[in-house]
């Protein structure tokens, strides 16, 4: 069974310039979650689809992150502009489960650095 | 607003050693995930606890999840290094937000 699909691994951009990611997550799949991970800290859920509409997105700075999951499959992350705070790994995780939260299955991540 | 915290934040152990990381929410929870990053890699599942009280073990690995459903601990006998990476517990409040702690990094000395 193929993992949690994400790319680009690497970016390095320039802060007010504008970034995106992109995520496959496991076939079958209909929860998609995106987190953002700053070094030395835990993962923070930035959003959570189920399908293709939003569960929540409590935490995503909507001023700058949009997100959206066409077709309920693939989802793309958006940063527009980015700051220096951005500068973090971006990681995908997709679930069985919808409603609550369940076993998570995270992709490696996309590294952002913005200078 | 909602905080999971761990404790310690770091431990460092010999190979052989015992080692315990606790998890502490200011709110209760409906379940208790448990996930291992090694440096480098992403957050794998461990597990998932719902009831208050409840205990489960994975070979070397003891979970529980506090009765009053906002604290939980992770115990881990006899280390390895294959042990080694940042431990983090998960959970999900009363409002359906999910939350991650902020971790427990364990280094095993051979």
């Known amino acids: 069974e193929a993992g949690v699909a994400q790319s680009p691994r690497y970016k390095i951009i320039e802060k007010r310039q504008s970034v995106a990611f992109w995520c496959n997550p496991i076939?079958?799949?209909?929860?998609l979650y995106w987190y953002q991970q700053i070094l030395g800290q835990g993962p923070k859920l930035l959003i959570q689809f189920q399908n293709n509409g939003v569960v929540d997105d409590s935490q995503l700075p909507k001023d700058r992150f949009s997100a959206e999951r066409l077709k309920g499959v693939d989802s793309t992350l958006k940063i527009q502009p980015a700051k220096l705070e951005d500068s973090a790994v971006y990681l995908c995780?997709?679930?069985?489960?919808?409603?609550?939260?369940?076993?998570?299955?995270f992709g490696p991540g996309t590294r952002l650095t913005v200078t | 607003g909602q905080q999971v915290m761990q404790i310690p934040q770091y431990q460092h152990v010999q190979e052989g050693e015992d080692f315990t990381t606790y998890c502490n929410s200011s709110t209760t929870l409906s379940n208790i995930q448990w996930y291992k990053q090694r440096p480098g890699g992403h957050p794998v599942f461990l597990i998932q606890l719902v009831k208050s009280g409840e205990v489960k073990k994975q070979k070397r690995l003891t979970f529980q999840f506090g009765e009053a459903k906002k604290n939980s601990s992770l115990h881990i006998t006899a280390t390895q290094t294959t042990d080694v990476g940042t431990y983090f517990c998960a959970g999900t409040n009363t409002g359906n937000q999910f939350y991650f702690g902020t971790g427990t990094s364990l280094t095993v000395i051979p």
């Open positions: 076939s079958g799949h209909a929860t």
């Open positions: 995780a997709s679930s069985w489960t919808s409603g609550r939260v369940g076993e998570q299955y």
